[in-house]
């Protein structure tokens, strides 16, 4: 992304799709991505992404009690276990770039989503803020609190978006048989 145009869009994008999975929490976005240890438990999931000409990451930063907040089943009488929140973790990076993915493939911008890798410990050295972040996102959950940081980029420097007549989507939640 090169254009505050697409920095706003891209932005735009990232809050509707955060609050669309989680209407309760508050979003702040164009946040300035910290830099240094975190003297906390953190839990750090990432997603890389790719196409023959893009690539980037999503990166979620946050306590593993955030994860716990939002996982599927918080509130039942089972705690979740730790690899469950691991695992959620995971998913919900996953879920965010995919649905950053639908989003921007309506506006000609459309990649491949890899694997999720998530890490967990305590006084972590975290320094992705001289990667030049594209969108980032802090959002709070009651206590809990989440960073979320997009970066994103055609490799031939050509427009982030590339409006073309795109009529296949798929809704989030949605699957497609081949």
Known sequence: METEQEVTQVSAEMSAVCLDMFPRMACESGVEVPKGRVK?????????LGAED??????????PEFFRATFPLAGSPTPAFDGDVLD??????????G?????????GCIF??????VVSGEDMQIDISDQRPHASLRGRLGDH???IV???????????????????????????LF
Do not use: C, Y
């Open 40 to 48: 906390h438990t953190s839990v750090l999931a990432s997603l890389g």
């Open 150 to 176: 997009l970066h994103i980029q055609r490799t031939n420097g050509g427009p982030l978006f590339r409006p073309k007549d795109l009529t296949v989507t798929v809704g989030e939640g949605e699957g497609i």
């Open 88 to 97: 959620w973790a995971g998913e919900l990076a996953n879920q965010t770039l």
């Open 112 to 117: 491949s989503l890899g694997i999720p890798t």
């Open 99 to 107: 649905r950053l993915n639908n989003r921007f493939a309506a506006l």
């Open 145 to 147: 609190e989440i960073l």
């Open 54 to 63: 893009l690539r980037g990451a999503l990166v979620m930063v946050a306590s």
